[in-house]
């Protein structure tokens, strides 16, 4: 299995990132995945998970209404919209299933929301 995050870097406040992950090794079509995140010092968490089939998401409270994920299970890609970035979005971001023990973590992708 390989998770490999990309699309981060060093934003405003207010403005947008898209974040882009790419999955191999797995039925990416089979399985929910999520984004999680990991502030310094702090616990990674839980942003954003998406079903299987695309037709059901949800998000933390702290991110519902900013952030959209979507996937494509043709290119086994899934993705992070995220709007009205806030310094309190500052993190690493991850992907990775939603359910059962974590695959391998890749490398994530940090993401600085600073003025």
């Known amino acids: 299995v390989q998770l490999v995050e990309s699309g981060g870097g060093l934003v405003q406040p207010g403005e947008s990132l898209r974040l882009s992950c790419a999955a191999s090794g797995f039925t990416f079509s089979y399985v929910d995945m999520s984004w999680y995140r990991q502030a310094p010092g702090k616990e990674r968490e839980l942003v954003a998970t998406?079903?299987?089939?695309?037709?059901?998401?949800d998000y933390a409270d702290s991110v519902k209404g900013r952030f959209t994920i979507s996937r494509d299970n043709v290119k086994r890609a899934l993705y992070l919209q995220m709007n009205s970035l806030q310094p309190e979005d500052t993190a690493v971001y991850y992907c990775?299933?939603?359910?059962?023990?974590?695959?391998?973590w890749g490398q994530g992708t940090q993401v600085t929301v600073s003025s």
């Open positions: 990775n299933r939603r359910w059962s023990q974590p695959y391998a």
């Open positions: 998406i079903r299987s089939s695309g037709g059901y998401t």
